[in-house]
């Protein structure tokens, strides 16, 4: 960490040198606004500097950072490795084979298809391998304007021309072909839909034609026609959703979403655009409207070019609203979504903003920083000669729905990821990380590992304790959330219910546990609204903002009811999914329930299909693995400062009713036993903050080898958990024989050895006791009397009362 | 080896007995007079005596005035002063032949007991009571010795140890003024009227000296744990400790037990919200708001102190000059206020040169001899009291003001939050009756006990009281022997008696915690008295009381 560090210090003292006239314009910039601090607000000054600097990283060979793949400074790259929050792997999926005309993709299917002039090849985006191997798949002669594999992939519609769109079924090889039935409309596009009543839809000119597809008959039966005129339109497959733009200017919106519950229409909206002239009407094209999906929720992004701002609009049912607009410092963009974290691509600042839009929020996650290449090595290009020339961001690049970035020139895919290290670095305020990194599911467990890392530094570089103790409520509370949701499971646990059911089970999962992440948002006046408020616990996503709206699916209501109930019913502590059965199956009902409902406005499923399903949640029992056990040696010159932490930890379980791991008592034990801090440790105790249990007591019995207080207390926790024979025992070793004698003969303990007692007895050198002890054994002890121990300490006692009255 | 133990053992009977004839043959002497204090009897202020000498002071003849640290009642003659100092001296010289390590406890005369307490080596206080059966001077020795205990670890945690003032300044100016003033302003609240009101046999369901704890929940608990961990991290990295109370009850200390019941009775004295509203003290129903001691004091003082008058003439070579000894009165009543801020303030010590801000409270801690800032913060019924080591607080007042600042930022809510649940849970001031039984429950390993509502107390007849009190009187006397066997080794031990009045008083003592109960409406049978020991045992102690 140190050695990166330094590396980096140097690199920016070779900066600062050489941008210092760059540096002191955004310097004086800033100084100039000081007071109104805002994001952004130099920031044309920023990325002048910021070009610059990286002239400078270039004009230098190997600027010897140390970690990760060296970068290389190919020309026209933007190779830094400390500065980028957004990278991509290198090798690409290379999609290069001779003769491709065009690169097409199919998001239906996530196949990104290269056409040559008498085939079709597909290589699969999802899971993203790239060195998938190609498919393919012949093709006939002639115009190919776009071309979608149906979602069963057995059939293959290619539209021809304007006016005729041909379907090829694989296994027959018959073709359909369907036409616009008169000269004054055009076919637009197509896209094949899973909803219950169409298989394809055509948007023409002149409206919406919903097809099904008869296998038998072989042939495309209309269901249902939408008049309307459009000018063009936007569909994704990931939120089913299709956009027809109408008017002069092309502002007027028309949505159709296509679920599996049916087809849906939206209210018609109309987007504002800012005008650079008075009389000039702009028209809105399609590259500048974008429909994103995160978290679940469905937003359309809007470019206005002229008042460089990109507009967000959020899709309820019944409502469409605006959100806010975000600032754009370019006048090419391109959006992406990687695990529900929307990117900008400020295309010809060559910068990528990220920004979170869980809380709604209009803040930049980080200030604009590059997209990287990673591992991509001047070896690894000798190597391969034939790679042309990589350009970041070049004009080539098509950025394809929702995280790939296609290089047509040069026929590579790119799989855009989030460096979670280096934005979670970034930031010092620890909380909203840890809530940001427990948010990723894509790459769940190196969030988790990133949290655990964190907490650990946390603790570690003894910051103060209100610090942590937010970041461990962070953590609880959304453990307890996903606990609630089911969506904390083991990926075993999923595995073994039904490998049939599991896609069933998987997605429907992280469908509800996002609407309840919306509800954790505080979006409190969702859950007002009349009908909902019997869940108002866990408001949908559905749910309307300001003007009324009803949920999207009373289905999903029941379910998140049930959900609840479930929940109920176990009542007290929630128990580590893996530990309940009832918990699984009660997640496996609600999955059932939900199948068919889990289509609404929202996320589809086959996106996360592919992800795994576990989720960055920690478990309190990882908490004290990973965290408290793993840092108690390191932390053994301040056990006050890990026990404050660790009291922080229960009362963060104790409010969401968790249970934690009993070890941990034990470790608060060793901590106040070893600070010698035994009141504490008293009231821990009796303040039954510590909960008993064997291991506990035990512990106290150990520590309080330093002070009786403490043994007694461990001796009275053993007594109350009814652990007869240990209390005995230990009553013996303490030289409490005739109490422990007294206590054994109440509590019917017949499994400590006579000899104990008789041993202690005599060792206390009384007669007395010692005869006492004898006798009653003898009576209570059937056969006793006929034991060599009998007889043996029938002498002594003997010779001790000789010895006294001599 | 065992002829040695068992005169040990049996030494206090030696004593007593030796005590009587002594008692006897000393009057008849003539030489000390023991009968003066009781020829004046009549008077009633004199029903009580309490003085503090120095065994090792005035050794010579004619200096034995020097002996004398504290005397009440000040005005008695020296003569009857020197009187009673010189007997105590005489049996404590003789008692020693026989037990050097432990002189004498108590000498019972026939109208008269005499309490000892060595609270320092060499250093005595005596107290001397009525005995008078007709009225309410029924006594049980060591609650009157508890009392002396308390006045000395209370002295101590304000002004360090006695035997270190009477060193600082050999006349003995210093230490006279600050014991006449503390003792004077502790005794204050045992005044009704002019009367000293002693603890007495009614007092027998209570143990002075011990901490009585608000009983919570796991949930409050660990919130209460988190506020002070909070607290005690308020002042940096210095190890600070704490003592939160709600009403009179404690909530929880980080301090060791003898330091918290220190503190705690200071606090349930002066600092609590009882204590800082009416001036009337819950736990002790015998104090009346009565503050014209304090007053009187002065005067008393003025015309009844010629000693200490003669010793400030005569240490003219002292800077402090004439009988100005800067004096720090901690229990002088109604000097705590509640600031703007919340926090608790005083002008008890003073005030900073040239400035009107108060200086911040200090006291002594016994266990790690640390000289302590006291930080006290109220709101409604929750007083939470910090500990910042005065070695760590570098820039004094400065300091202390800004660990203020910081307690407001970052505890603040937390103590909202830690009292609102606490007064929602507590149970008022009958939370801890148990219908039926009235008891006392004491935990000698960490200073605390419970006991019945004083209010639930006074519905026993005296009878049942008087009993109990020497009920009580036995289990002590048998401690002490167990105590004197050594070997650490804790006896069970059980008493039940029936008394006149056919109550059940029942005493049980077992590994350090004992429990004392009054079973007024009992059946006849002694199975049904143990049976309902047990019950209460099982409900109310974990069942640590229910070996049998």
């Not at chain 1, 001047?378 to 190597?383: D, F, L, N, V, Y």
């Not at chain 1, 103060?464 to 307890?480: E, F, G, K, Q, W």
């Not at chain 1, 999903?556 to 959900?563: A, E, G, I, P, V």
């Amino acid at each position: 960490m140190k050695e990166k560090n330094s590396a980096t210090a140097s690199v920016l003292k070779r900066i600062l040198v050489n941008c210092s006239a760059q540096a002191k314009q955004y310097g004086s910039c800033v100084a100039a606004r000081v007071p109104e601090v805002e994001r952004d607000m130099c920031l044309k000054e920023f990325l002048v500097l910021k070009n610059c600097m990286r002239n400078v990283l270039q004009g230098k060979e190997h600027v010897g950072m140390s970690g990760k793949a060296s970068a290389s400074n190919h020309p026209g790259f933007s190779v830094s490795d400390a500065l980028s929050h957004v990278y991509i792997q290198y090798p690409p999926l290379r999609c290069t084979l001779t003769g491709t005309k065009s690169f097409l993709y199919d998001d239906g299917n996530k196949l990104l298809l290269g056409l040559t002039s008498d085939r079709v090849f597909s290589w699969k985006t999802a899971p993203y391998n790239p060195h998938v191997a190609p498919s393919s798949d012949p093709l006939c002669e002639g115009p190919v304007l776009s071309i979608r594999y149906s979602l069963d992939l057995k059939l293959l519609a290619i539209q021809r021309s304007n006016y005729e769109v041909q379907i090829w079924n694989k296994e027959t090889g018959d073709t359909i072909s369907q036409k616009c039935r008169s000269e004054s409309e055009s076919i637009l596009g197509f896209f094949w839909a899973d909803c219950p009543t169409c298989d394809i839809v055509f948007v023409k000119t002149s409206g919406l034609d919903f097809y099904s597809y008869n296998p038998e008959l072989k042939s495309l039966h209309l269901v249902e026609t939408k008049k309307l005129n459009v000018s063009w339109y936007i569909y994704t497959h990931e939120s089913r959703l299709v956009l027809l733009a109408s008017g002069m200017q092309c502002k007027s919106f028309t949505g159709y979403q296509l679920s599996l519950a049916g087809i849906i229409r939206l209210p018609r909206f109309e987007i504002t655009m800012a005008k650079s002239e008075a009389n000039n009407k702009p028209i809105l094209a399609a590259e500048d409207v974008h429909i994103i999906t995160v978290y679940g929720r469905i937003y359309c992004l809007q470019f206005d070019r002229a008042a460089m701002l990109l507009h967000s609009y959020r899709f309820y049912r019944d409502a469409v609203v605006q959100q806010g607009s975000l600032p754009i410092y370019s006048n090419r963009i391109a959006v992406s979504v990687v695990d529900n974290i929307l990117l900008v691509h400020q295309v010809d600042a060559k910068v990528v903003i990220i920004y979170d839009m869980f809380a709604e929020s209009r803040t930049p996650i980080s200030a604009p920083l590059p997209l990287l290449l990673r591992g991509f090595s001047r070896a690894s290009e000798s190597k391969e000669l034939s790679d042309p020339e990589l350009i970041i961001y070049g004009d080539d690049w098509s950025f394809l729905v929702p995280d790939l970035i296609c290089d047509v020139a040069n026929g590579y895919l790119w799989k855009i990821h989030l460096d979670l290290e280096a934005i979670s670095a970034s930031s010092s305020d620890t909380p909203s990380v840890l809530e940001f990194l427990q948010r990723r599911k894509l790459e769940a467990n190196k969030a988790k590992q990133l949290c655990l890392e964190i907490t650990r530094t946390l603790i570690l570089e003894r910051r103060s304790l209100p610090v942590v103790a937010r970041a461990i409520d962070v953590l609880i509370t959304t453990y307890s959330q996903a606990i609630k949701t089911g969506s904390y499971q083991k990926r075993t646990n999923t595995e073994d219910a039904s490998p049939s059911g599991v896609s069933n089970l998987k997605s429907p999962n992280t469908e509800v546990d996002e609407s309840s992440r919306v509800d954790a948002s505080g979006i409190k006046q969702e859950s007002a609204r009349g009908i909902e408020s019997e869940s108002s616990n866990r408001s949908t996503i559905s749910a309307s903002v300001s003007d009324g709206s009803v949920s999207f699916e009373t289905k999903k209501m029941t379910s998140h009811n049930l959900d609840s109930s479930s929940g109920k019913t176990e009542g007290g502590y929630m128990v580590e999914p893996e530990a309940s059965g009832a918990q699984v199956d009660a997640s496996i009902v609600q999955s059932q329930i939900l199948g068919p409902g889990s289509n609404a406005l929202n996320a589809n499923a086959s996106e996360q299909l592919e992800s795994q399903v576990s989720s960055a949640a920690i478990s309190p029992a990882d908490l004290y693995r990973f965290v408290f056990a793993a840092i108690e040696e390191e932390m053994a010159g301040d056990a006050t400062y890990l026990v404050s932490i660790i009291v922080e930890f229960l009362r963060s379980a104790s409010l969401e009713k968790l249970k934690v791991d009993p070890n941990i008592y034990v470790l608060i034990v060793q901590l106040l036993a070893r600070e010698e801090r035994y009141e504490e440790l008293v009231l821990f105790v009796l303040n039954k903050i510590i909960d008993p249990s064997k291991e506990v007591a035990m512990q106290l019995i150990e520590s309080g080898h330093q002070n009786v207080q403490t043994r007694k207390l461990g001796l009275d926790m053993l007594r109350e958990l009814s652990l007869h024979h240990d209390y005995v025992l230990l009553l013996v070793q303490d030289r409490y024989y005739l109490e422990a004698l007294r206590y054994a003969r109440k509590n019917k303990v017949n499994t400590v050895r006579p000899s104990l007692f008789l041993e202690a007895a005599h060792a206390s050198n009384d007669s007395q006791h010692l005869a006492a002890v004898l006798r009653f054994f003898s009576d209570f002890i059937p056969g006793f009397k006929n034991t060599s121990e009998h007889n043996s300490y029938c002498r002594i006692v003997a010779d001790m009362n000789s010895s006294i009255a001599t | 080896m065992v002829l040695e133990s068992i005169r040990f053992r049996t030494r206090f009977v030696i004593i007593n007995n030796i005590v009587n004839v002594l008692a006897i043959s000393i009057t008849v002497a003539g030489k000390v007079g023991l009968e003066m204090g009781l020829s004046s009897g009549s008077n009633a202020s004199e029903a009580v005596k309490l003085c503090v000498f120095d065994l090792r002071r005035g050794q010579n003849e004619g200096q034995e005035l020097d002996k004398i640290l504290f005397f009440y009642p000040a005005d008695l003659p020296f003569t009857t002063q020197l009187s009673v100092i010189g007997l105590s001296e005489g049996l404590i010289t003789f008692t020693r032949i026989f037990s050097p390590e432990a002189a004498c406890d108590v000498i019972e005369a026939e109208m008269h007991s005499h309490v000892f307490y060595e609270a320092e080596p060499d250093i005595w206080m005596v107290m001397v009571v009525e005995k008078n059966k007709e009225s309410e001077a029924i006594w049980r020795i060591d609650a009157l010795r508890r009392v002396l205990k308390e006045i000395h670890t209370l002295f101590v945690m304000f002004h360090g140890s006695v035997r270190e003032l009477v060193d600082k300044e050999p006349t003995g100016g210093l230490v006279r003024t600050h014991l006449y003033y503390f003792i004077m302003d502790y005794l204050s609240d045992f005044f009704i009227g002019k009367k000293l009101h002693l603890p007495n046999f009614r007092d027998s369901l209570k143990e002075r000296g011990t901490v009585q704890m608000l009983t919570v929940g796991r949930e409050v608990a660990i919130d209460v744990q988190s506020l002070v961990r909070v607290l005690e991290s308020c002042a940096g990295n210095s190890k600070c400790y704490s003592l939160t109370m709600f009403q009179d009850l404690l909530v929880s200390a980080t301090l060791s037990p003898d330091d918290t019941v220190s503190l705690f009775t200071y606090a349930v004295l002066r600092l609590t919200p009882q204590a800082l509203s009416s001036g009337v003290s819950s736990w002790s129903y015998l104090r009346k708001g009565n503050t014209a001691c304090n007053t009187s004091a002065g005067a008393v003082m003025a015309n009844s102190c010629p000693s200490v008058d003669q010793y400030y003439n005569s240490g003219d070579t002292s800077p402090v000059g004439n009988r100005s000894y800067p004096v720090v009165r901690p229990l002088q009543n109604d000097k705590w206020s509640k600031g703007k801020d919340g926090f608790l303030v005083t002008d008890i010590w003073g005030a900073e040169f040239g400035s009107s801000i108060p200086t911040s409270p200090t006291i002594w801690l016994k266990q790690t001899e640390e000289k302590m800032y006291l930080c006290a913060y109220q709101l409604r019924s929750l007083t939470v009291i910090l500990l910042i080591p005065a070695s760590s607080v570098i820039n004094g007042e400065q300091g202390i003001a800004m660990v203020k600042q910081q307690i407001l930022e970052n505890a603040s809510l937390k103590m909202f939050k830690v009292e609102e649940k606490l007064s929602r849970g507590w149970g008022g001031e009958n939370a801890y009756h148990v219908s039926g039984y009235r008891y006392l429950l004491v935990d000698g390993d960490r200073c605390v006990s419970r006991a019945s509502p004083p209010g639930k107390v006074t519905t026993l007849t005296k009878d049942s009281l008087v009993a109990l009190s020497k009920l009580r009187e036995e289990v002590d006397s048998e401690r002490i022997r167990a105590n004197s066997d050594g070997l650490g080794h804790e006896k069970d031990l059980e008493i039940c008696i029936r008394a006149k009045n056919n109550a059940w008083l029942i005493a049980r003592l077992t590994r350090g915690k004992e429990l004392y109960m009054v079973l007024e409406k009992a059946n006849e049978t002694l199975l049904y008295a143990s049976d309902a020991v047990m019950k209460f045992s099982d409900r109310y102690c974990n069942g640590a009381f229910s070996l049998e």
